[in-house]
C-alpha cells in the first residue's frame, strides 16, 4: 500500500482550523460526571464527558461537514453540496451547506430513522432516498457528476480531520491531565481528529476506539495493516455502521490509536442506560459505545486514571430510544 501523506494533520493547522470554524460551532461544555456508580467503575478514577451532543446537528459532524465545506469554497462556488449518509452527517451537511449560502441535496439511507430524515429536511435539505451501501453513494456521485455540486464525505481526508481535531483540541485545554479518552468509532472521521490533537499535546494520554462488534472495520484495518471492507455490518449502531475504512483516515488512526475494543449492541444500549440514569443524557447508540467500552472491556485498563469520553451524538427519537433502553435494562443485570 502507497503511503499516505498525513504531515498536514499537525497542532499548528488544527489550532487554526479550531480558530477558524470557532465563530461557527458551539465550544461544547467538558464536565465531571458526578456519578458513584461510574466512579465505582473506576475505582478511584474520574470521567470527563465532552458533550458533542450539544453541538449544531445534534452531533459532533457538524465540525467536518463545515471544514469541508468552507475549504471548498475556497477554491470553487459549487452548485451546492451533496452528501451520502444513514442520518447524522445529512443533518451535519445540510446545517453546514445553509450555514454557508449553499443548497444541499443530501442521500440518505432507506434503513434511516425517520427523525434523522426529518431533521435533514428541517435544514432545508432535500433528501433522496436510496438502498444503503453503494446505491447511496452512487447516487451522490452522480449529483455530484450531474448537478456541479461538491460531495461532502463523511468520514474522509484532512478537512474532515481537522475539523473534528477541534473536539479533542477542546477537551486538552479544559482538562490537560487527562489520561485516557474513548472514542466512538465508524469511518474514523472523529477519532483521527480527536486522536491527533490530543497525541500532539499530550502523547501520554491513551487513545482507545470503541467499535460495535458487528461493525468493526476500524479494528480489523489497523490488526491489517491496510483499509478493509466488511462484507456485512450489523448493528443498530447506525451511525458506526460504514461498511470501510479509507486511506487518510486509518493513516491517521495508525499514528495516534493505541488500541480499538469491540462492544455489543446489548451492552451498547446498556451504555444508554448509564448515560440516562447517572449522567442524566439522553443519546444515541453511537454515544453508547463509548460508555460501554468503559464498563466493559477497557474498566481494568482504566482503573484510577482520570478518563474522557467524547459523548458523540444524540439524535434519536422518543420511541427508539425507549426501546433501547428497555433493551439495555435488560443487559444491565450480565455487566
Known sequence: MDQVDISEVSLLNIKQRTS????AIVRTPTVRA???????FLEGGELYLKLECFQ????FKARGALSVIRSILLDKQPAGITAASAGNHAIAAAWAARKSGLSAKVVMQSTANPFRIALAQKERAEVIIKEPGQATFAEAERLSRDEGRAFVHPFEGIHTTLGTAGVGFELMQDVPELEAVIV?????GLISGVAAAIKLINPKCLIYGA???GADAMSQ??????PITLNNVETIADS????MTLPFGHAVCSAYIDD???????KICAGMVYFQQETKLAVEPAAGASLAALTGPLRSRLRGKKVGIVVCGANIDAVTYSEQLRRGLSALDKI
Not at 34 to 40: D, P, Q, V
Not at 184 to 188: H, L, P, R
Not at 260 to 266: A, E, L, P, R, Y
Request: proline share 8%; glycine share 12%; aromatic share 0%.
Open 20 to 23: 477558524e470554524l470557532s465563530q
Open 34 to 40: 458526578a456519578s458513584s456508580i461510574i466512579e465505582n
Open 56 to 59: 449544531h446537528s445534534g452531533s
Open 184 to 188: 466512538s468509532v465508524g469511518g474514523g
Open 211 to 213: 467499535e460495535p462488534t
Open 221 to 226: 484495518s489497523l490488526k491489517a495493516g491496510k
Open 240 to 243: 458506526l455502521s460504514p461498511p
Open 260 to 266: 480499538m475494543v469491540t462492544v455489543t449492541d446489548d
